[in-house]
């Protein structure tokens, strides 16, 4: 098949013409050409007047049969909106028109766990571990993405001294860790949790949040679970919850998926008068300037995509979207264009790296950047 044959079958496809056996054939055509010219689609094309249609980029998705989702970006300027369509394949067409930034170099952090003793131990995601106490005895296993303590030693019945380990997680990295009581706790990017490695008999099975964990956790009527983080205190007997509370940010988020849980400030003892229950389907923001809790309606997909690798934006300010690609990617942004950091954005990325966004912004904001080692400067 020539050029002019496969052109004629590429318009056919464009208007749902196509065969099985001339999709096939396609098929063929551009693996044969790929890499061997990087005017292929210029050359193939003419007159581009098909190329700019948004079908060439599912086109090519199911020529090379890869596995990425279409997304919608759009854009928000004060109460105007703008939709764009953003097709993660699509950065393989953009490569040919935009010219190339240097590549990043982002490092490569690792988990890590402080054990009781001061130890720190690296936990690699592949790997494994056994995480012992200062006897010797073993206390909790890794096996790739998960830690998981020993369920024996749920309840401590021998002692009242709470033995503490810290796990922290860069940016960049999710990490799962099991309690001894079977509760879940996923960690995101550039967060760490302290925990007993044992919770002892009629105490508060108490841990302490920075950054973002999501709980599931298990039911003990006997002993509330409570989550410490910042300044407040979150409290449960068996739920499901997600909260962020990174130290940037201004509010502490708590956003309920099932079960109950009820908030109050650290400082304060924990009545029902003191403490604000929220029901399913709803968002607590502690507003740390203030001193203040609201409740509103929670997008629950939002808060949670980061468990999928996904993250998220609606009607959310570039400056605000900065943050969350620096943990998500574990890259350094520097914003020195003060309108574009105003602007109101709704996004959603999967798998794409943060070059594939960052020329999405380019080519729909006319943005300019740089990118030095691990730092994306704006101008």
Known sequence: ???????????????????????????????????????????????EEVFKKNSWLSIESKIYKRKKKSHFLKSYLKYAAVAVIFIGLGFVCQKIFFPMHPQLVIPDENITIQLDNGNIEIIKEEGSLNVVDKNGNLVGTQKGSQLIYR????????????????????????FEIVLSDSTIVNLNAGSSLKYPVEFVKGQHRQVFLKGEAYFNVKKNYSSPFIVNSNEINIRVLGTQFNVSSYPEDNNINTVLVEGSVSIYEKEVPYTLESSVILTPGLKASWNKNQHKINIEKADIEMHTAWL????????????????????????????????????????????????????????????????????????
């Not at 208007?15 to 193939?44: M, R």
């Not at 570039?318 to 943050?323: A, D, G, S, T």
């Not at 954005?345 to 691990?374: L, M, Q």
């Open 151 to 174: 369920k024996e030693a749920a309840i401590n019945t021998k002692t009242e001294e709470l033995v503490y380990n810290t796990l922290r997680v860069p940016y960049g990295k999710h």
């Open 1 to 47: 098949m020539n050029k002019k044959e496969a052109k004629k079958l590429f318009k056919k496809y464009v208007n749902n013409e196509c065969s099985a056996e001339e999709q096939e054939l396609l098929d063929i055509f551009f693996n044969s050409y790929q890499g061997k010219n990087n005017n292929w689609v210029e050359s193939l094309l003419g007159d």
């Open 308 to 379: 999928d690798g996904k993250i998220i934006f609606r009607h959310t300010t570039f400056n605000n979207i900065i943050k969350k690609l620096e943990r998500h990617y574990n890259v350094e942004i520097t914003n020195n264009n003060s309108e574009l950091g105003k602007k109101y954005i709704a996004a959603s990325f999967d798998i794409e790296t943060i070059e594939e966004v960052f020329e999405v912004f380019k080519e729909y904001y006319g943005i300019s950047y740089t990118i030095i080692n691990n730092q994306i400067i704006i101008n």
